[in-house]
């Protein structure tokens, strides 16, 4: 594994800055792959799967130290709105959960009253804070069911109503069509034509 500052280098190269939550991110990858025995990422890439709860910098920052990609299907997004990983070894089947302490905004502050700005503080303190005072850490079950599992897809269905591919399961049977989740109203999106 690489070290932190390494890491750090290039997560702000990725991300495009460097901030809290790319710091976050890297110590609570870094952490997680530890508890896993996973020394190399690069090298165990296959067997391990992350679930992030949250769409902000530290995600990025988990996806880079561990190698997982949304389109490679090893990574997973959840959203908690929760600074927080799980890291699964597939193989295995051991997996932890790792989350931010809450309580480390205000250790930060008082860690580094001199540079003011909390964002600063921050920054600064979640270098130098022990594992322990900025993170939880406890051992979790994941059940992942084979259409989630990174490789190429398991099924492939076509949208009774607009036509369009589905992979994995993630069609709908209502009034015995097969319907996609759009087409069965479970949209993001509304059509405008």
């Known amino acids: 594994m690489k070290t932190l500052e390494e890491y750090l280098t290039l997560a702000a190269e990725a991300h495009g800055h460097m901030c809290p939550g790319q710091?976050?991110?890297v110590r609570m990858a870094m952490l997680g792959l530890k508890a896993l025995g996973i020394d190399d990422p690069a090298k165990?890439?296959?067997r391990l799967m992350t679930f992030v709860e949250i769409d902000r910098c530290a995600s990025d920052a988990v996806a880079?130290?561990?190698?997982?990609r949304l389109g490679k299907r090893s990574l997973k997004f959840f959203d908690y709105g929760k600074v927080a990983a799980t890291f699964a070894d597939l193989e295995s089947g051991n997996a932890v959960r790792v989350a931010a302490r809450d309580d480390s905004r205000d250790k930060a502050r008082?860690?580094?009253?001199?540079?003011?700005?909390p964002s600063r503080q921050q920054l600064a303190a979640y270098k130098a804070m022990d594992d322990a005072e900025l993170f939880t850490l406890h051992r979790v079950r994941v059940n992942v069911s084979p259409q989630d599992l990174p490789g190429r897809p398991r099924s492939r269905v076509t949208c009774d109503q607009c036509g369009e591919g589905i992979n994995d399961g993630r069609e709908r049977l209502v009034n015995g069509r097969i319907l996609c989740r759009p087409c069965a109203d479970e949209s993001y999106y509304e059509s405008v034509e």
């Open 23 to 25: 710091v976050l991110g």
């Open 110 to 117: 008082s860690m580094f009253p001199e540079l003011g700005d």
């Open 44 to 46: 165990h890439r296959k």
């Open 64 to 68: 880079l130290v561990t190698g997982c």
